[in-house]
């Protein structure tokens, strides 16, 4: 079967962000001539900082200034060479004052954090380790451990700080491997918690093979002796312990540092340690304002600085506490998130901060899970307490106002991130204005719907008139296996004179998250689940089925209440998602442009590429000379001929709408060949008795094709006919016959050859294989759908396949 366009995990991100950008609340440009720490200007406006990582305030230090100079007065402002053939002496001072730092303990500095993982990770670990990725370490470690695999390194990810699930990973392959490595963050860096040192002590003393590996690159600076960090002040290094830090944030210039307490480790990364070699090493400014950084954090100088940030910390904490604003972030780092809920309402209480004068960070999915985003800030010594004031102030009074405006609740939001909100005089919300007269009709099965009301609106959009959602609902219904069981709702909403003004339905299912990753990730994922059957599955609510594709949904948008009959879809998808306990919702299929694709987006779910759907627009055709007469290209005709109609007479075609048992049984055997063959789009099977349902309905029929040469039935085709369409939705093929007869290619033609005989308007032919439809002037139209996920752990730890 031919390719598909996947949905890339990158390609969500960019969705997401650039439509931050263009609501001005990311990839801002500021405009100051010169810094301070204390304020950007962002369209003529002096905004007060809150989002820097510069925790003590130490990149405006007049040291370190000074030094930056005077080591560029000296040596210039690079030195263009790798360190394998000469370490300059700026470069050895500053290693052996952050040795000072760790208690003597080896360093190695590096022009980047990210390039001490990369350099560190591909030395220290071997092929007969394992590596365990907490879910939100940090993307400069996963990517490291994305090569790591390509050269046999198994690499396993654990949900966030889930200590369970790490001790269960760990016993689990523990005589497997040589050292099991635990990656993880010392301070996270977009919630601001930490991870659990006691737990982590203990786990090293019970597992000899476990080994801890640390990106600290936030608790730098601000905590611990001679601001060594967080993790240091608590763990350490040792033979099973390596930290990676940073000269950057708290420690207030540029570049990462490798501690270690293994000799060897330090050795062979020193001698040859990727782009520590191949790279150019820190320039002479950065190592001068590192030097001078270094020496304030072996004075006494260090704690006054970390008892100024400290004080502010506990004010911010008490202020926030104060104002109940939703804060789930570590009181004991200075990295800060209030959540607020939906993507839409997170950029509106964004905006309204930088409206009040205050730059704060966003974050929002894929980041943190889509009803989960927030306004992400930091603290540094360059806040003031009237600063805080004014923030807390301003937060409190923004974020149930946007939370309002966006058509959320504020307790639901509130209760959503473990707080409940008090009502005062202070932020007393605006009442709904929602004076709507719809009314919502809501079913579990199409036998409790009028079939000419469904039909006038569904009747030509493939399988799903009244009499196809009837035989849907048979096949999945009563089954032995739970993904084989759907549960169906559907909701039409009129207006007071009974005038359909939306209507659509959405099928409960457990779905596999792989369905649209890339066929070798959904191969390496099969490869578990022959084991644990569920393996990165989740219960789902998705608009339409898998069953069928298309536009499922009516939407009068000329009627004066489409916009409000909406908002009842909302309401509506949120209440069954609750009942059926999905932790995923699917809208699906949209091409681009559709009017509800921005609204849908608003509301907090992430846009993702479906395979394209193909569509023709039959032109009549007596003969097939006359088909090819329509087809210009001659490419194409050449070869529909060779590997088509040159076998026509080699078949034979035969048209059933009433099939036996035995031809039930092996039709779904020939379609089973293709859906085991195709991970593309990847989904469990249907059941075994989905073709006797089908023969039962006098829409569908079945194109059986067998060679002459031995009455063998070689591929068959089920299709629904509607009133002006032909939606052949499901092929079987004899894999045996493939090469030696092209029966794909013959399958093809039928099914084109059908719509044509019908007279139908339109002949819909699916997913997959857009190549070969467009052969037959099918038009490939791009679809897409939206993605709204409880948390990311399964969509990041298919991401991590993705390397393998």
């Known amino acids: 079967m031919a390719k598909i366009n996947h949905n890339n995990y990158l390609d969500v991100v960019d969705n997401v962000w650039t439509s931050a950008k263009e609501k001005g609340i990311m990839h801002i440009n500021s405009e100051e001539q010169s810094f301070n720490g204390e304020k950007f200007i962002i369209k003529g406006r002096d905004l007060i900082n809150f989002g820097t990582c510069g925790y003590l305030g130490l990149e405006m230090h007049p040291d370190l200034i000074f030094n930056s100079m005077e080591l560029t007065k000296k040596f210039g402002t690079q030195l263009s060479m790798s360190r394998a053939y000469i370490r300059p002496t700026y470069i050895q001072e500053l290693e052996e004052l952050m040795s000072q730092i760790f208690d003597g303990n080896k360093v190695i500095c590096y022009t980047s954090t990210s390039n001490a993982h990369i350099s560190v990770i591909a030395t220290i670990i071997k092929s007969d380790d394992l590596i365990i990725l907490d879910q939100q370490v940090h993307f400069s470690v996963q990517f490291p451990c994305k090569n790591m695999k390509l050269q046999g390194t198994e690499v396993k990810m654990v949900r966030h700080s889930n200590y369970e699930m790490l001790e269960e990973m760990i016993r689990e392959n523990y005589n497997k491997y040589k050292r099991?490595?635990?990656?993880?963050?010392?301070?996270?860096?977009?919630?601001?918690?930490?991870?659990?040192?006691?737990?982590?002590?203990?786990?090293?003393?019970?597992?000899?093979?476990?080994?801890?590996?640390?990106?600290?690159?936030?608790?730098?600076?601000?905590?611990?002796?001679?601001?060594?960090?967080?993790?240091?002040?608590?763990?350490?290094?040792?033979?099973?312990?390596?930290?990676?830090?940073?000269?950057?944030?708290?420690?207030?210039?540029?570049?990462?540092?490798?501690?270690?307490?293994?000799?060897?480790?330090?050795?062979r990364t020193d001698i040859f340690g990727g782009p520590l070699s191949y790279s150019h090493p820190l320039s002479p400014?950065?190592?001068?304002?590192?030097?001078?950084?270094?020496?304030?954090?072996?004075?006494?100088?260090?704690?006054?600085?970390?008892?100024?940030?400290?004080?502010?910390?506990?004010?911010?904490?008490?202020?926030?506490?104060?104002?109940?604003?939703?804060?789930?972030?570590?009181?004991?780092?200075?990295?800060?998130?209030?959540?607020?809920?939906?993507?839409?309402?997170?950029?509106?209480?964004?905006?309204?901060?930088?409206?009040e004068g205050i730059y704060v960070n966003t974050a929002t999915f894929p980041v943190v899970p889509n009803d989960k985003s927030?306004?992400?800030?930091?603290?540094?010594?360059?806040?003031?307490?009237?600063?805080?004031?004014?923030?807390?102030?301003?937060?409190?009074?923004?974020?149930?106002?946007?939370?309002?405006?966006?058509?959320?609740?504020?307790?639901?939001?509130?209760?959503?991130?473990?707080?409940?909100?008090?009502?005062?005089?202070?932020?007393?919300?605006v009442e709904s204005t929602n004076n709507s007269n719809l009314v919502v009709e809501e079913y579990t099965t199409i036998h409790d719907i009028n079939a000419a009301d469904w039909d006038l609106m569904f009747k030509d959009r493939g399988n799903i008139t009244?009499?196809?959602?009837?035989?849907?609902?048979?096949?999945?219904?009563?089954?032995?296996?739970?993904?084989?069981?759907?549960?169906?709702?559907?909701?039409?909403?009129?207006?007071?004179?009974?005038?359909?003004?939306?209507a659509t339905f959405f099928t409960g299912a457990i779905y596999k998250d792989d369905m649209l990753a890339q066929e070798n990730v959904s191969k390496q994922i099969e490869e578990v689940r022959k084991s644990i059957p569920y393996y990165l599955c989740s219960k789902t609510?998705?608009?339409?089925?898998?069953?069928?594709?298309?536009?499922?949904?009516?939407?009068?948008?000329?009627?004066?209440?489409?916009?409000?009959?909406?908002?009842?879809?909302?309401?509506?998808?949120?209440?069954?998602?609750?009942?059926?306990?999905?932790?995923?919702?699917?809208?699906?299929?949209?091409?681009?442009?559709?009017?509800?694709?921005?609204?849908?987006?608003?509301?907090?779910?992430?846009?993702?590429?479906?395979?394209?759907?193909?569509?023709?627009?039959?032109?009549?055709?007596?003969?097939?000379?006359?088909?090819?007469?329509?087809?210009?290209?001659?490419?194409?005709?050449?070869?529909?001929?060779?590997?088509?109609?040159?076998?026509?007479?080699?078949?034979?075609?035969?048209?059933?709408?009433?099939?036996?048992?035995?031809?039930?049984?092996?039709y779904f055997d020939l379609f089973e060949n293709v859906k085991n063959a195709n991970y593309s789009f990847n989904f469990f099977q249907y059941p075994q008795k989905m073709a006797k349902v089908l023969s039962k309905y006098e829409e569908w029929e079945f194109i059986e094709i067998s060679l002459k040469e031995n009455n063998q039935v070689v591929a068959v085709i089920f299709g629904h006919i509607g009133d002006d369409h032909y939606c052949p939705l499901i092929v079987g093929l004899d894999y045996d016959y493939i090469d030696t007869h092209h029966i794909y290619k013959q399958a093809m033609f039928q099914m084109v050859k059908r719509g044509n005989d019908l007279n139908k308007k339109v002949t819909y032919l699916g997913l997959t294989a857009d190549f070969e439809k467009q052969k037959y002037l099918a038009l490939t139209i791009p679809t897409w759908a939206y993605l709204k996920v409880d948390e990311t752990y399964n969509l990041e730890l298919i991401e991590s396949y993705s390397n393998i």
């Open 466 to 502: 009244h009499s196809g959602m009837q035989a849907m609902e048979e096949i999945f219904s009563n089954n032995e296996k739970p993904e084989e069981n759907w549960s169906f709702h559907y909701i039409i909403v009129k207006d007071k004179v009974g005038k359909i003004v939306l």
């Open 374 to 429: 927030g306004l992400r800030f930091t603290l540094t010594c360059h806040n003031t307490k009237a600063d805080i004031d004014l923030f807390t102030d301003a937060m409190a009074y923004h974020l149930p106002k946007a939370i309002e405006e966006e058509g959320d609740s504020v307790e639901r939001v509130y209760a959503e991130f473990g707080y409940h909100f008090q009502k005062n005089e202070n932020n007393s919300l």
């Open 541 to 666: 609510l998705a608009m339409g089925s898998l069953f069928c594709e298309g536009d499922f949904i009516y939407l009068d948008v000329e009627h004066p209440e489409w916009r409000n009959s909406v908002n009842h879809l909302f309401d509506y998808v949120s209440k069954v998602k609750k009942d059926i306990n999905a932790t995923v919702v699917i809208f699906r299929d949209f091409e681009e442009g559709n009017a509800l694709s921005q609204i849908i987006e608003d509301e907090g779910y992430a846009k993702i590429r479906m395979p394209n759907t193909n569509v023709i627009k039959n032109p009549k055709w007596e003969t097939t000379d006359e088909l090819m007469e329509l087809i210009k290209s001659r490419k194409k005709r050449d070869n529909i001929k060779q590997h088509a109609i040159r076998h026509l007479d080699k078949f034979d075609i035969k048209i059933k709408n009433q099939i036996t048992d035995e031809e039930a049984t092996q």
């Open 180 to 267: 099991i490595w635990y990656m993880a963050d010392g301070v996270y860096s977009m919630h601001g918690d930490l991870p659990d040192t006691t737990i982590l002590k203990k786990l090293l003393d019970k597992y000899p093979k476990l080994h801890l590996y640390f990106d600290d690159a936030h608790g730098m600076g601000w905590d611990g002796k001679n601001g060594a960090g967080y993790i240091y002040n608590r763990l350490g290094v040792s033979e099973r312990i390596v930290i990676i830090s940073t000269l950057a944030k708290g420690f207030g210039c540029v570049g990462g540092t490798a501690i270690f307490a293994d000799p060897e480790m330090y050795r």
């Open 285 to 355: 400014a950065n190592v001068g304002a590192a030097i001078a950084s270094a020496k304030i954090h072996l004075s006494n100088d260090i704690y006054k600085y970390q008892s100024e940030l400290k004080e502010l910390m506990n004010y911010m904490n008490m202020r926030l506490k104060e104002k109940n604003l939703t804060n789930i972030s570590s009181p004991d780092s200075p990295i800060y998130f209030i959540g607020s809920g939906l993507n839409k309402v997170t950029r509106n209480f964004v905006h309204r901060i930088l409206e």
